[in-house]
């Protein structure tokens, strides 16, 4: 199994960005899926999570109304929506599927929120 993340970038606050995790080697479309973020000198942390069929979401209340996960399971691919960034949201960014396991852990993306 492989989970390769892209799309973070420098962005000013209150900017946008689009995150992307390709999956392969594992059956995407039966699985739920996860977003994490690691800041330095923190513990990663869950961001959003969505179901096999993309039916239901959940996020965490730091980023409830700013990001939207969604999927594409005729490409494999999760994303985060990331909108009205602020600094805090600084973070590599990683994607699992859900509950995360150790061993689909990707080398993540790195997003930086600074003017």
Known sequence: ???????????????????????????????????????????????????SAGGLKNYADSVKGRFTISRDNAKDTVYLQMNSLKPEDTAVYYCNINPPNRNYWGQGTQVTVSS
């Not at 993340?5 to 209150?14: A, I």
């Not at 594992?26 to 179901?51: D, L, T």
């Open 1 to 51: 199994a492989q989970l390769v993340e892209s799309g973070g970038g420098l962005v000013q606050p209150g900017g946008s960005l689009r995150l992307s995790c390709a999956a392969s080697g594992f059956a995407f479309s039966r699985y739920a899926m996860s977003w994490h973020r690691q800041a330095p000198g923190k513990e990663r942390e869950s961001v959003a999570a969505i179901s």
